[in-house]
């Protein structure tokens, strides 16, 4: 299920806190996880960023957004989510939230030619981007 009010509650709360450490301390992974094709046929990775835990990856299909969180080591369910939004109509929120999940989350939205907010998390090991990948 789609939990807008919380995304949007995550995003007002990282970008003055997460999204601002994220830019001083880079995460440290113990194994990049890699991308495996979670989003679909013909989506290409543009734009990735590594968690304690696991890789958040930022795919494209030529229409299409979508964003994964994939685990290094999947296992028990944790914990997990990824989202992404177009950074000017908030009404598109896409988020995959509130669960547990032994390998991966992931979230679409079509956003051909619109700057993006994007992020997800592992645990308490949360990353957010906003404004960016405009354009495409």
């Known amino acids: 299920m789609i939990n807008t009010r919380k995304f949007i509650a995550v995003c007002a709360a990282a970008l003055g806190i997460s999204a601002g450490a994220a830019a001083l301390v880079p ?3 113990s194994a990049a996880a890699p991308y495996g094709g979670q989003c679909g046929a013909g989506f290409n990775v543009v ?3 590594e968690l304690k ?3 958040i990856f930022l795919t494209y299909n030529g ?3 979508c964003v994964v969180t994939v685990r290094d080591h999947a296992g028990a369910a944790i914990p997990m989510g ?3 939004r177009q950074s000017k109509d908030h009404s598109a929120v896409v ?5 547990k999940f032994t ?6 939205v079509e956003a051909q030619g619109k700057c993006i907010d994007w992020g997800g998390y592992i645990g308490d090991d949360l990353w957010q981007q906003f404004n960016v990948h405009c354009g495409r």
């Open 27 to 29: 995460a440290t992974a």
């Open 95 to 99: 988020i995959n939230d509130g669960h």
């Open 53 to 55: 835990a696991g890789t």
């Open 63 to 65: 229409r299409t957004n």
């Open 47 to 49: 734009d990735k960023h």
């Open 103 to 108: 390998d991966f989350a992931f979230a679409k």
């Open 82 to 84: 990824a989202a992404v």
